[in-house]
């Protein structure tokens, strides 16, 4: 059992930064891939990101390639997504995902996030 706490949400002005992060709970935080998805208000949850165990492969949606970062510190059982260049588009309910094989963009993971907030005025 694995369980994922989010934080680090908030408001932002367009063009400003926020970095999120995951903790995990248990031992074998490094067994399991990670990822991030989002969803916005009358919108289905998305993908945005995911790296895999050892933290040496990340892919990402198209729409937050080259702004957002997603990176692991397996010492600190935590995963990180750092925003940057921020829209209003971006606004969402953040959620952290786990997965004991790899964190798929269309099939729900094995553990989820509680969410935590982004809001980016214009």
């Known amino acids: 059992q694995v369980q994922l706490v989010e934080s680090g949400g908030g408001l932002v002005q367009a063009g400003g930064s926020l970095k999120l992060s995951c903790a995990a709970s248990g031992r074998t935080f490094g067994s399991y891939a990670m990822g991030w998805f989002r969803q916005a208000p009358g919108k289905e949850r998305e993908f945005v990101a995911r790296i895999n165990r050892s933290g040496d492969s990340t892919n990402y949606a198209d729409s937050v390639k080259g702004r957002f970062t997603i990176s692991r510190g397996n010492a600190k059982n935590t995963v990180y997504l750092q925003m940057n260049s921020l829209q209003p588009e971006d606004t969402a309910v953040y959620y952290c995902?786990?997965?004991?094989?790899?964190?798929?963009?269309?099939?729900?993971?094995?553990?989820w996030g509680q969410g935590t907030q982004v809001t980016v005025s214009s």
């Open positions: 995902a786990a997965d004991s094989v790899i964190v798929r963009s269309t099939t729900a993971p094995d553990y």
